[in-house]
C-alpha cells in the first residue's frame, strides 16, 4: 500500500490504478475541535463501508480498511496547516490525500471510478498567480496562492531598485539618494543637480526594461500567471515592455503598492478572484455558443459516455446542482474518461450554467 499527498489533478490521475475506488470528502473544524472532526470521518467510514458491502458483495473490503483506518485516526490531530477540508480516493493498493482550500459537502462515495468531481470544483475556484508590485524605482514579486501572498527571495543581483539596475548609467544628472525601507519594496527618493524631466523618463523607462526582462525569465521558469501591481501611468509604461506571454492583460490593481501590509495587501487582492471567476464564465459560454452553432454539442447520457470513451470531448460542462445527494456511475465515468484524454471539466452554479441539459459537453473541432 502507498500514500500520496498532493492536489495536481494531472498527477493525481497518474496515481489512480484499477478500480474500485473509496472518495471520501470531508470538511475540517479547528485542530482543537478534533473529536468534532474525529465524529464526522467516522460517519464517512461506515457510511463507505456499507457502500462497499452492497454494491461490491464479492470484493473484499479489508484492504481499503487496512489503509483507511490509520489515515482516517491520524487525520483529526494533525497540527500542521490543517487545510479547510481534505479528500481521500483509495484504491485496494494505494491513497491519495487532496488538501483542499474549499468547504466541501461530507460525503461518501464508492464506485468504480474515482469521484473527483469536489476536487475539481475546489481548483476552479483556487486562482493561484505571481504578483508584481511595481513602483517608479523599486519592485517586489510575489506569490499568491488561494488569495494569500508570500514574498519570492530574489537573488542580490535582481534589478529591485533603479539603482541596482542601472548604476552608474543613471542619466538623471549627478545623483543623491537615500531608501526608504516599508510596506512592500524598498522605495529610492533621488535628488539631481540636472534633473530635466526627459532625462528621469529615460531613467524610468531604462528601469522598467531591466525589471521587464529580468521578469520574463523569472515567469518562463514558474510558468504562473503574473498580475501587474501598480498606478496606471507606470502600468501604461511598463507593459509595452513587458513582452510577456504570462502577464494578465485584463486581472490587474491599478494603485500604488508603497507601503502597504500584508494585511492590506490581502485585501486589495480579493476582487482579483471575483474578476477572474467571471472572465472564465464570460469564455466558457461564448465557447458554448459557438459549439452550438456548429453542432457540437451532446448532452444525453449514452452520447456522452460514447464521445467520452473515444476521446472526443473537450470540455464537459456540468451544473452544480447535479452533484447534491449521490453522483451517479455514468457521470463519474464519464468525468474520469474525459479528463484522461486531456479534456476539461467545468462546473458552474445552476444560475451560470449556459446549458439547458444538466450535464452537457463541448466536442473537439475535427
Known sequence: ???????????????????????????????????????????????????????????????????????????????????????????????????????????ACVSSWPNLLPQIAAQQLAFNFDLLCLNQDSFQLFQVNTGVPEAISLPDDA???????????????????????????????????????????IDHRNYYQAVADYIREITAKRQRALVLFALPENQSLFRPLAKNIYLAEHLTIERSPISLTNSELTTALKPLQTKWQAELLSIVHERYDLAANQKLIVSEPEELRNAALAGQIDTLLIDQAQLTGTTPDWLLEICDQVLRYQGRVRIFPTADYPAAEAVTAIKRYR
Do not use: C
Open 159 to 201: 534589478p529591485t531598485t533603479l539603482q541596482k539596475a542601472l548604476g552608474t548609467e543613471v542619466s538623471g544628472g549627478d545623483l543623491n539618494f537615500h531608501a526608504h525601507t516599508g510596506g512592500h519594496g524598498e522605495h529610492v527618493s533621488y535628488h539631481g543637480h540636472n534633473t530635466a524631466d526627459a532625462e528621469k523618463e
Open 1 to 107: 500500500m502507498t500514500t500520496t499527498t498532493f492536489t495536481d489533478l494531472k498527477t493525481l490521475l497518474s496515481e489512480l490504478d484499477q478500480g474500485p475506488f473509496v472518495s471520501l470528502y470531508f470538511s475540517m473544524a479547528p485542530a482543537r475541535q478534533a473529536d468534532k472532526n474525529r465524529l464526522t470521518i467516522k460517519q464517512l467510514f461506515k457510511s463507505a463501508a456499507t457502500q462497499f458491502s452492497q454494491d461490491f458483495p464479492d470484493l473484499d473490503w479489508q484492504p481499503y480498511e487496512q489503509q483507511l483506518t490509520p489515515l482516517l485516526t491520524d487525520i483529526p490531530y494533525w497540527q500542521d496547516e490543517l487545510p479547510t477540508s481534505f479528500g481521500i480516493i483509495t484504491s485496494a493498493a494505494h491513497t491519495t490525500v487532496l488538501r483542499l482550500d474549499t468547504t466541501v459537502e461530507s460525503q
